[in-house]
């Protein structure tokens, strides 16, 4: 039934693809001879895509020995209720140490409300407690304060450090202030201290500049700079000493996409200011046609090579595979079909019959279907046109 309403395109996406979870971390060292391999994490996860288990490797002797496990269980809210890492000898299977995270969740509000890590030297010995109480006052589980108590023993002897931590936000959600007080105490001595963290934003919801400072008047802070586009375009890293700021380091950002839109190489170019050192690092995203990519962080010393459990490849032969638009004829509201559209960047637009463009929108999420609502045109004869990188569909659609 056709409305009053003016022309639109309703975005409802009906699938949203699943975010693809690393697979595989692989880092080498850059060498004489070229790239070594050094290490390599490999992560599972369960049907809800929660990690249950990541294995580190370290290249030993021509080979991928495993040294570190770390294990995850969940209750039925996907809640992580139990964390194990077990750490190997490299010669054996046998434990060197263990860390054990047990999480416990308020009932009324599903929220994690305390954690405890408890550490195990290699004879099973306790060594290590690690508590965390948490407050909730705001929207669903965020944080409004923060208690902490972390123990450690060395040589027998046992030191104690108290936290609390408490956090302000603006409207928009975004953290704005942590207040942080630290109490360390040894054989019967007690110290505190406080510092803070403050964040700032841009009208645009973008974080411009972070602080950090301590109550004996040290601090730092990072400001952040972006290009007309978005992107981000260098971060500056000062020093606060004796009143003045100094500035220490300087992070450029250049950014290159594809003909698609796409961003395939990242390039940071680092500079300590105090001894004039600079080196670059280069992320290069392979495969990037699905928005979220392989792809290999390259700098001075490494390379780390990403691999994701899913992902289109940018070769897929999409010959035959076209839109389909359903119902044609339409009376008010008609679904465009299209699995291309999960690389995002995609032009609808709808022509009259003298090809002037009636309303048009760019989809730059990854969805495969979009709702299109066209109970204010008259009846006749209109044209549909999608464009997606160097691909293009167009079909008539009837309105009656």
Request: aromatic letters at 16%; a negative charge.
């Amino acid at each position: 039934m056709k409305n009053a309403t003016c022309l639109s395109l309703l975005l409802l996406p009906l699938f949203l693809a699943a975010q693809p979870k690393i697979k595989s971390k692989t880092t080498e060292l850059a060498d004489s001879t070229g790239w070594r391999y050094y290490n390599r994490f490999e992560y599972n996860f369960n049907q809800l895509g929660l990690e249950t288990s990541s294995i580190y490797y370290y290249f030993y002797d021509d080979k991928w020995v495993v040294k570190r496990r770390e294990l995850n269980e969940y209750d039925d809210s996907g809640n992580r209720t139990q964390y194990s890492v077990y750490e190997q000898f490299p010669d054996s299977s046998g434990l060197y140490f263990q860390i054990e995270q047990q999480s416990e969740v308020d009932a009324s509000t599903g929220c994690i409300s305390q954690r405890v890590w408890n550490q195990y030297n290699e004879e099973g010995t306790l060594t290590s407690t690690d508590k965390y109480q948490y407050y909730f006052s705001g929207p669903a589980c965020r944080k409004d304060s923060v208690w902490s108590e972390y123990c450690s023993q060395f040589n027998n002897f046992w030191y104690c450090i108290q936290f609390f931590q408490t956090f302000d936000y603006d409207a928009n959600g975004n953290r704005t202030v942590m207040n942080i007080g630290n109490t360390y105490t040894q054989t019967g001595e007690v110290s505190r201290h406080d510092s803070a963290l403050v964040w700032v934003y841009d009208t645009a919801n973008r974080l411009i500049a972070l602080y950090q400072q301590s109550d004996i008047g040290n601090g730092s802070k990072i400001v952040y700079e972006y290009n007309p586009d978005g992107t981000r375009a260098s971060e500056r890293e000062y020093d606060l000493n004796k009143s003045v700021w100094t500035l220490t380091y300087i992070t450029n950002y250049s950014y290159d996409y594809d003909l698609q839109g796409f961003l395939i190489e990242k390039t940071l170019a680092y500079t300590d200011v105090d001894i004039n050192h600079s080196y670059n690092e280069v992320h290069q995203y392979f495969n990037y046609c699905d928005g979220m990519p392989k792809y290999e962080l390259v700098d001075d010393f490494a390379r780390v090579t990403y691999e994701y459990t899913e992902g289109v490849e940018c070769g897929t032969n999409w010959a035959g595979i076209t839109p389909t638009i359903a119902p044609n004829p339409v009376d008010d509201f008609f679904t465009v079909n299209w699995p291309k559209m999960e690389l995002g960047k995609t032009r609808i637009s709808l022509h009259n019959t003298v090809g002037s463009e009636v309303n048009g929108y760019r989809i730059n999420y990854r969805t495969e279907a979009v709702e299109v609502d066209v109970s204010s045109l008259p009846p006749g004869i209109y044209f549909l046109q999608i464009l997606e990188g160097r691909n293009r569909f167009g079909e008539k659609v009837v309105v009656y």
